[in-house]
């Protein structure tokens, strides 16, 4: 069995990746960041969007990505790994 990811997958992929990035970083620039957080809500809505198996890489990604540039979830102590 072959993974086939097809660009009609990826675009959406790649476009609720980058704002599962960039509205926490929104949020906290407009001091909103106590009230909501919304990292998690275009990862769900990709999830009804696309396959299993390109949502669960996109939130995989996402989290390391967000780990390593902003620190947020941390990786010591192991926060990142158990979400």
């Known amino acids: 069995?072959?993974?086939?990811?097809?660009?009609?997958e990826l675009v959406p992929g790649g476009r609720f990746g980058a704002a599962a990035?960039?509205?926490p970083l929104l949020f906290h620039i407009l001091h909103l960041e106590h009230?909501?957080?919304p990292t998690h809500l275009p990862?769900?809505?990709?999830?009804?969007?696309?396959r299993p198996?390109?949502?669960k890489a996109t939130g995989v990604?996402?989290?390391l990505i967000s780990g390593?540039?902003?620190?947020?979830?941390?990786?010591y102590p192991p926060i990142a790994p158990i979400m």
């Open 43 to 50: 990862l769900i809505a990709l999830g009804f969007l696309v």
């Open 35 to 37: 009230v909501f957080m």
């Open 1 to 8: 069995m072959t993974l086939h990811i097809d660009g009609r």
């Open 21 to 23: 990035l960039l509205l």
């Open 68 to 75: 390593a540039l902003t620190s947020i979830p941390p990786f």
């Open 61 to 63: 990604l996402v989290l």
């Open 53 to 55: 198996h390109v949502a």
